[in-house]
């Protein structure tokens, strides 16, 4: 059985629309994922959850 690795958590910046994958922190043995505090693209701190992004520009 082969494993497969636990795909990041990914933002999708609301002014450009950069796609980023979520920075990574340990705690209580668990990882969570968050957005980075400024896009490098634009400058923008808004960012969406990617799963969020995709559903509200499609509706």
Same mark, same amino acid.
């Given at each position: 059985?082969?494993?497969?690795? @636990?795909?990041? +958590?990914?933002?999708? !910046?609301?002014? !450009? =629309?950069?796609?980023?994958? #979520?920075?990574?922190?340990? +705690?209580? #043995?668990?990882? =969570?994922?968050?957005?980075?505090? @400024? !896009?490098?693209?634009c #400058?923008?701190? +808004?960012?969406?959850?990617? @799963?969020?992004?995709? &559903? &509200?520009?499609?509706?």
């Amino acid at each position: 059985m082969s494993h497969t690795p @636990e795909l990041p +958590e990914r933002y999708v !910046c609301d002014g !450009c =629309h950069a796609v980023y994958a #979520g920075t990574v922190t340990r +705690e209580s #043995g668990s990882y =969570h994922y968050s957005p980075p505090d @400024e !896009c490098a693209a634009c #400058g923008t701190t +808004e960012f969406i959850a990617f @799963e969020q992004y995709v &559903r &509200r520009r499609t509706q």
